[in-house]
Nanobody
Framework: QVQLVESGGGLVQPGGSLRLSCAAS????????MGWYRRAPGKQRELVAV???????NYADSVKGRFTISRDNAKNAVYLQMNSLKPEDTAVYYC?????????????????WGQGTQVTVSS
């Protein structure tokens, strides 16, 4: 079992920044991928960014150049620095843990999720 605790969401104006954090605990394997998906009302869940334990990344085209994902393997934590935020970034952001070394794999029922944190970008 893996438990994920997220923090860092909130309300920000367009052009502003937020930093999301996710800490994992439990049966953490040396080979894994962690990161973020998001879901806006009426829309499908979509990839934001993920990073493997080997530091390979996969970003959604919509966030490239604005968001940066990083991790601290010693702390089993992953971070998402979000800059130049836009109203279309408004969503619930979910941390995910997957037992894979491939950053292009998508989550399955075997993977683990955080509780979600709300990000709202509005003037």
């Amino acid at each position: 079992q893996v438990q994920l605790v997220e923090s860092g969401g909130g309300l920000v104006q367009p052009g502003g920044s937020l930093r999301l954090s996710c800490a994992a605990s439990g049966s953490i394997g040396s080979i894994n991928t962690m990161g973020w998906y998001r879901r806006a009302p009426g829309k499908q869940r979509e990839l934001v960014a993920v990073v493997t334990s080997g530091d390979s990344t996969n970003y959604a085209d919509s966030v490239k150049g604005r968001f940066t994902i990083s991790r601290d393997n010693a702390k089993n934590a992953v971070y998402l620095q979000m800059n130049s935020l836009k109203p279309e970034d408004t969503a619930v952001y979910y941390c995910v843990y997957m037992s894979t070394f491939n950053p292009y794999e998508r989550p399955t029922a075997d993977d683990y999720w955080g509780q979600g944190t709300q990000v709202t970008v509005s003037s």
